[in-house]
T-cell receptor, first 114, second 112 residues
């Protein structure tokens, strides 16, 4: 099976712009989670979707949003970009019957905000 | 989720066993210990998890102390490709909840 894919892999934006990142989970996986990784804060949970519904949300401002489609693909959106949003954004999926803590991560999208 | 403490960095010689410790003194009875690793510029990769018994798979072994307040991940024959940041995570096995809380991890360097 193909792994989790994320597009684009690299992105450069300027302050105030908005950005949409895409994640395609492993075939058959219905749960998708998003994480932000920065040198200062490490890996932080953003939100999780299951069957098109947000099931869990981390401590991030409302500028960060997401959604999931009927085919389990997910997008996250960041509006009014700030310099501090520069980070590696990781998507992870897991099967419904899998071990609760075992997630399969994609390679990430590296976002640079200038 | 219980907090974990790991050394920030460790070195190991290629071919030797790498033993990565993790303290989780506030772990609850229903919380599992998970290990992930992140090789540079890649997403984290699941390695192994356990509750109270020692566990082994094709990647590593997990030794959990009897009081469950600490654990050790063992890579039996480390190779250069095992150079990565290793994260110890403690969380309850809650169906449906996917949030993983990552600490700073241990940066393991395998030396030739």
């Amino acid at each position: 099976k193909a792994g989790v894919t994320q597009t684009p892999r690299y992105l450069i934006k300027t302050r105030g712009q908005q950005v949409t990142l895409s994640c395609s989970p492993i075939s058959g996986h219905r749960s998708v989670s998003w994480y932000q990784q920065t040198p200062g804060q490490g890996l932080q949970f953003l939100f999780e979707y299951f069957s098109e519904t947000q099931r869990n949300k981390g401590n991030f401002p409302g500028r960060f949003s997401g959604r999931q489609f009927s085919n389990s693909r997910s997008e996250m959106n960041v509006s009014t970009l700030e310099l501090g949003d520069s980070a590696l954004y990781l998507c992870a999926s897991r099967p419904t019957s899998g071990r609760a803590g075992e997630q399969f991560f994609g390679p990430g999208t590296r976002l640079t905000v200038l | 989720d219980a907090k974990t403490t790991q050394p920030p960095s460790m070195d190991c010689a290629e071919g030797r066993a790498a033993n990565l410790p993790c303290n989780h003194s506030t772990i609850s009875g229903n919380e599992y210990v998970y290990w992930y690793r992140q090789i540079h510029s890649q997403g984290p990769q699941y390695i192994i998890h356990g509750l109270k018994n020692n566990e082994t798979n094709e990647m590593a072994s997990l030794i959990i102390t009897e009081d469950r307040k600490s654990s050790t991940l063992i890579l039996p024959h480390a190779t250069l490709r095992d150079t990565a940041v290793y994260y110890c995570i403690v969380r309850a096995l809650i169906q449906g909840a996917q949030k993983l809380v990552f600490g700073q991890g241990t940066r393991l360097t395998i030396n030739p």
